[in-house]
């Protein structure tokens, strides 16, 4: 069974998408257009997104109207859809709608994604979601040399530094790229 990994970028206070759920931000920093390889989880075959980032990225590169810019950054790996809303689906895309709870979606994403690495691509909050059902294994994130005012922020709950392990940490182009495992919540008798 693969690991569950939470792999972003985010502003260097914190944010993921701005006031207006865009990465403009991201994309005019050098490198954020067309990542490093570096910068990408390597061994995912399942990717999950929330209702926010799948619009977002269905309309800022137009995929209804050129489905096959959908391959170029999700490949032909299913992808799941945390929504409770009817979504279109671009022509060629392996898209399942999850309207339930993280726990209850969990099996079938795990049997999708077979021995591969179920990557959440976003949002911070669906993150956080996997995190509360025990499921999330790694936090990696890429700060990039930006402040925002306000947004979408990258991990919204409280956790503790005994719930994450650095793993790495490296420069990669004007990123600083950080890796966490998550660790098991120590439980008290």
Do not use: C
Request: hydrophobic letters at 45%; proline letters at 6%.
């Amino acid at each position: 069974m693969g690991r569950i990994v939470f792999d972003t970028a985010a502003t260097i206070n914190g944010w993921i998408a701005d006031e207006h759920d865009s990465l403009s931000w991201l994309f005019a920093v050098p490198g954020g257009e067309e990542p490093d390889e570096g910068l990408l989880p390597q061994g995912a075959t399942v990717m999950v997104e929330g209702r926010t980032t799948y619009e977002w990225v269905l309309r800022e590169s137009g995929i209804l109207e050129a489905p096959e810019k959908w391959q170029e950054f999700h490949g032909t790996r299913p992808t799941f859809v945390f929504t409770h809303r009817e979504l279109p689906v671009p022509d060629g895309a392996d898209i399942r709608f999850v309207s339930g709870s993280v726990a209850e979606a969990l099996p079938a994403i795990r049997e999708a994604a077979g021995d591969g690495d179920i990557w959440v691509v976003g949002g911070g909050d669906l993150a956080g979601q996997f995190f509360d059902a025990g499921a999330l294994d790694e936090l990696a994130v890429s700060i990039a040399p930006v402040a925002l005012a306000g947004g979408a922020p990258l991990f919204p709950r409280r956790v503790e530094s005994d719930r994450l392990h650095l793993e790495s940490a490296e420069a990669v182009g004007q990123f600083a790229r950080l890796r966490y495992r998550i660790l098991a919540a120590e439980t008290t008798a």
